[in-house]
């Protein structure tokens, strides 16, 4: 027992020096409960608070934010004096980043008490399950459950709270899970945390709820290096692009090439930036829908539409383009395909009704003129009322003649129930980059707008896309079908905790993006899909 205890210091050690290493992007999104809802039971959300950031660990828990494009003097005024007189509790991004530490100078021995539980599994890692206390009443100690997998004794997963808090300055009980991306590399990826019973003076009880999410470990920087080092062989005869049958271009073919240079130009900074996903599965799927909605109205675009994913938790879409845009978040909370459609349609109405590229952007020095940290005000994707409407009866007529023109129904009641909400989650539905969703896509349903007794009207953040850390990588959860579905059981965009398959990553350098096969989304339509 004393052996393995100190196998795990050492090695907490270890990963904080390895972690010291990175600068990942931080996400945190929390939900609260207001002081007029007696029931604890209920989650219901009534205000939110939503920040992004690059963290910098080489110089500790140090978290710089990416300032939103209508943040400003008189945003932080109405901020500051809003707690001042106590009408919210300030929830701070960096108390969110310390969970992913246990004790930011590593569990030592005479500090801590560790306590064998048993053995565990999570996913396919082994665990070894402790319970740790503080050895003396000090303010900022963990105390809590680890779980150490039992190869190199890495704390994987932990769950608990830091003892001592106050009620001015109060630290939530949290639950924090590090991810394998490659040998001994084992980094903070996802953190929950949740308080439904502190007491603050003169604020009553507030109850909260959040994710925080770390990713773009490795983004942007291994496949140009790999590149360099790369031996290439050069041919004796010089080396010809055959892929245009004719070398000349037509005029209107020029533009369109310079058009999707800049396009292309955009969407390749922001995945450089991490913001955007590399092609993978879940591009796959949006491909899918939108050759569906181009066979049944006889479209050819040339070149082709493609699909790509932001990877925030706000609830955007929008197009750059040739190239329709949805978050993460959007597609979390879809309840099934024809919702997706529905979104991609209104995308897809952009570009036929009258596609707009901000052709200034095919120049490369538009690219590298604006700091990463200026990223959301520099580039600005939203659109005009009239354009947004002439879209809207574009996409009402693709989805008439789509597959999908009879299953519309659960998109009207998830736009509805949006609609509800958006008063109570306002920062999840404020875009960054691109146009809100509350705009009806102007669907229609062939019965009522009023879900089933079982029917899930939205489903909660995380409900379908899982991100791999390291690469940025995303998959579509392969869940197993839920039973009976009761009120609670619902959450429509709702945070919910996190339960992490683990896996190791075998022997060699950390895993690089690898496509796997391309699952269906949970609905009765057949998808098409394209080679």
Not at 416 to 442: C, D, T
């Amino acid at each position: 027992m004393g052996q393995i205890v100190t196998k795990i210091i050492e090695r907490e050690h270890q990963e904080i020096d390895t972690i010291r290493k990175y600068s990942p992007l931080v996400e945190t999104y929390v939900q609260k409960v207001s002081n007029n809802k007696p029931d604890e039971t209920s989650w219901e959300p009534d205000g939110d608070r939503y920040f992004i950031g690059r963290a910098d660990f080489s110089k500790g828990l140090k978290l710089e934010p990416i300032e939103a494009r209508k943040d400003g003097r008189l945003h932080q005024t109405f901020a500051d004096v809003n707690r001042f007189f106590g009408i919210g509790i300030d929830y701070l991004p960096k108390g969110f980043l310390q969970m992913i530490y246990p004790d930011t100078n590593g569990l030592d021995k005479p500090a801590y008490n560790f306590a064998y539980v048993r053995r565990e599994f999570l996913g396919e890692v082994r665990t070894l399950v402790f319970d740790v206390t503080p050895s003396k009443a000090e303010k900022g100690r963990f105390i809590g459950r680890i779980w150490v997998e039992d190869e190199a004794f890495t704390i994987v997963r932990f769950n608990g709270t830091f003892a001592g808090n106050g009620d001015s300055f109060r630290k939530f009980h949290f639950e924090s899970w590090r991810v394998n991306s490659g040998p001994n590399l084992w980094l903070p990826a996802f953190v929950y945390s949740e308080e439904n019973s502190p007491k603050y003076l003169m604020r009553g009880a507030v109850w909260s709820k959040a994710q925080t999410r770390l990713w773009g470990y490795n983004v942007g920087k291994s496949a140009e290096e790999e590149e360099l080092s790369r031996v290439l062989i050069e041919s004796s005869t010089p080396v010809i692009d055959n892929s245009e049958q004719s070398t000349d271009r037509s005029p209107v073919q020029q533009k369109r090439a310079w058009d999707m240079q800049a396009q292309d130009n955009v969407v390749e900074r922001l995945q450089r930036e991490g913001l955007i996903a590399p092609r993978g599965e879940v591009d796959k799927i949006l491909d899918t829908v939108v050759n569906n909605l181009e066979v049944t109205n006889n479209l050819n675009f040339d070149p082709d539409i493609r699909c790509r994913v932001l990877l925030t938790s706000t609830m955007e879409s929008f197009n750059v383009g040739r190239t329709i845009i949805l978050s993460r978040g959007l597609i979390d909370v879809l309840p099934d395909e024809a919702s997706l459609a529905a979104m991609i349609a209104k995308e897809l109405g952009h570009i036929v009704v009258g596609e707009k590229t901000a052709s200034g952007f095919a120049f490369y020095d538009w690219m590298i003129r604006f700091d990463e940290l200026k990223t959301f005000k520099h580039l600005d994707f939203n659109r005009s009322e009239d354009d947004d409407a002439k879209a809207s009866a574009k996409a009402s007529e693709l989805l008439s003649n789509s597959p999908y023109k009879g299953q519309l129904q659960t998109a009207e009641i998830f736009i509805a129930e949006l609609q509800k909400r958006s008063k109570e989650i306002p920062n999840l539905i404020s875009p960054r980059l691109g146009a809100a969703i509350l705009v009806k896509p102007s669907v229609s349903a062939d019965t009522e707008d009023k879900p089933g007794a079982n029917q899930l009207v939205a489903m909660p953040l995380g409900g379908r896309v899982k991100m791999d850390p390291w690469d940025d990588t995303l998959d579509m959860l392969k869940s197993k079908p839920l039973g009976t579905i009761t009120e609670r059981d619902k959450m429509p965009f709702e945070v919910a905790p996190f339960d992490i398959y683990l896996t190791r990553v075998g022997g060699g350098p950390p895993k690089t993006s690898d496509n796997q096969a391309t699952p269906q989304l949970e609905s009765g339509v057949q998808e098409r899909h394209a080679e």
